[in-house]
């Protein structure tokens, strides 16, 4: 490159500058970005600018440049890590109640005849279709309708009979507190 070129890039990049950084800043959002993003598509161009032959071209070259390597950088980020202002809160999760409706669900279960404890199981834990359910268990798509039907209402009234329960037994603690 000649020193002649050299110094229209310079007097170019002196002129265009302010417009050149407003452009990185449509870009992306930090600043600190866009001035890095602005001074990567600047070298690049300056390997190429005796290859641009109309120079009144050199902005849109410019900014073709920056998208591009805005979308290098994009497609290279690291997806596990997002820089935040502030650290979120630190959770444990308390499996507690997850275990203690498990275990709910397991006793109930049992009020069950066999067969309609397979056709819950299978419909609803399995989510499987009617018919694969009724395939599995060799009956047909009507008859694992109406089994699961009787089930469900089953175990809604055994839910509704424990609860009833244990709102009777929560009555009776806070009596024998009270006196």
């Known amino acids: ?36 993003l602005l001074q990567t598509a600047l070298a690049r161009t300056f390997r190429r600018w005796e290859g641009i032959s109309d120079k009144r071209l050199a902005d849109a070259y410019l900014r073709r440049v920056m998208i591009n390597t805005r979308t290098e950088w994009w497609r290279a980020r690291k997806l596990e890590e997002v820089p935040t202002e502030q650290l979120p809160d630190a959770r444990v999760e308390d499996s507690t109640a997850q275990h203690a ?8 279960l049992k009020v069950l005849a066999p067969k309609q404890r397979s056709v819950v199981v299978l419909r609803h834990w399995e989510q499987m279709s009617t018919e694969e359910t009724a395939a599995a268990l060799g009956m047909s798509a009507g008859t694992v309708k109406s089994t699961l039907h009787r089930a469900l209402a089953r175990l809604r009234q055994e839910l509704e009979a424990r609860d009833l329960d244990a709102r009777a037994l929560e009555r009776e603690e806070r009596e024998r507190c009270a006196a």
Not at 101 to 108: I, K, N, P, S, W
């Open 1 to 36: 490159m000649a020193q002649g070129e050299v110094l229209e890039f310079e007097e170019y990049v002196r002129i265009r500058q302010d417009a050149l950084l407003r452009s990185a800043r449509r870009l992306v959002p930090d600043p600190i970005d866009a001035q890095d």
């Open 101 to 108: 409706d498990r275990a709910l669900l397991m006793d109930v």
